[in-house]
C-alpha cells in the first residue's frame, strides 16, 4: 500500500474563491471516507497476517495503519495495532536470531526434512518467502522422512505461498491434498486439521466460487466449531454469513 503523495508545489496557494462552496465539503468527506477505508483496510491486513505468523507483512501493514490512523480513531482499536506491532517485531527478532542455527542442522541434516521445514517455517515468518518455497519443496522430495503433521503442513504452506502469489488454482490443489491427510488418535478416532480448511475457504472466495466457500464453511463449523475472524470476514466478500451458519448449526445440529 502505497502512501499518499504530497501535494504539488503552489498548490496551497490556490484561492478558495476558485472553489465553489457547494464541491468543496463533498470533496473533504470523500477523502476523508477514503482515508479511514485505506485505514481499515491496513489494520485488517495486519491482523490477518499476524494470525497467519506472516509476521514481515504484519509489521508492514501494522506500520502502514499507525501513519494513517484517523484522528478520531478508538483507543481500543489504536492500543490493538500499537500491541500487535510490539508482538510482532518481538516476534520477528526471536526468529532472526533462530535462523542461522536451523541453518546448520539442515546443512547438516540435508535429507532430514522435518529440520528443513522448520527452517522454511521461520524463513516464512520473517518475510523471505521465495526461499522458503524451494525449502518446502526440497523436504517433499524425502517424505519417508517427514511425520504426518509435517507432511500436511509442507503442502498447506506451499498452497498459502500460491495463493499469495495469486496462482489460485495451483493453491487449491495442494490445499486440497493437504486437508485429506488424516491421523489416529490412540482412542481411535479419525482427525483432521482446520487449517487447509481455513485457507481453502479463502481460496475460494478469492476464486469467487460462493457455493463451495459456503460448503467448507458448513463443513469446517460441524468439525471444528466456529470459524476464526479472517474466515469470516473473506466469506462476506461473497456473501456468506458464517456467524449464522454456525447459529443454524448450534440451534439445528446441521
Known amino acids: 500500500m502505497e502512501p499518499r503523495g504530497l501535494l ?7 484561492k478558495v474563491g476558485m472553489i465553489e462552496p457547494r464541491q468543496f465539503p463533498s470533496q473533504q468527506q470523500r477523502m476523508k471516507k477514503a482515508n479511514t477505508e485505506e485505514f481499515y483496510s491496513a489494520w485488517e491486513e495486519a491482523r ?6 506472516e509476521l514481515r507483512r504484519a509489521q508492514y501493514f501494522y506500520d502502514q495503519a499507525l501513519k494513517m490512523a484517523p484522528e478520531d480513531v478508538g483507543s481500543e482499536i489504536l492500543a490493538d495495532i500499537i500491541q500487535g506491532l510490539k508482538e510482532v517485531k518481538q516476534s520477528l527478532a526471536c526468529d532472526e536470531a533462530k535462523l542461522p542455527g536451523l541453518r546448520a542442522a539442515v546443512e547438516e541434516e540435508p535429507l532430514n526434512s522435518e529440520r528443513r521445514c522448520y527452517y522454511a517455517d521461520v524463513l516464512w515468518h520473517i518475510g523471505c518467502e521465495e526461499e522458503a518455497a524451494r525449502q518446502l ?26 495463493f499469495r502469489k495469486g ?10 491434498r493437504a486437508a485429506e491427510v488424516k491421523k489416529v ?21 478469492a476464486l469467487n466460487m460462493a457455493k463451495e466457500a459456503r460448503e467448507a464453511a458448513v ?8 470459524l476464526r ?9 461473497v456473501n456468506v454469513d458464517a456467524d449464522a451458519l454456525y447459529i443454524e448449526h448450534c440451534c439445528h445440529g446441521v
Open 229 to 237: 475472524w479472517p474466515e469470516r470476514r473473506a466469506l462476506r466478500k
Open 8 to 14: 504539488p508545489s503552489g498548490a496551497d496557494r490556490v
Open 167 to 176: 496462482q489460485y488454482g495451483k493453491a487449491l490443489r495442494w490445499l486440497e
Open 219 to 226: 463443513h469446517y463449523i460441524a468439525n471444528f466449531g466456529r
Open 48 to 53: 490477518f497476517a499476524h494470525y497467519g505468523k
Open 185 to 205: 488418535d490412540p482412542m481411535g478416532n479419525t482427525l483432521g486439521s482446520p487449517y487447509p480448511l481455513e485457507n481453502i475457504i479463502q481460496v475460494y472466495v
Open 137 to 162: 519443496e526440497a523436504a517433499l522430495e524425502h517424505p519417508e522422512t517427514l511425520c504426518q503433521d509435517c507432511l500436511r503442513d509442507c503442502w498447506s504452506n506451499l498452497g498459502w505461498y500460491l
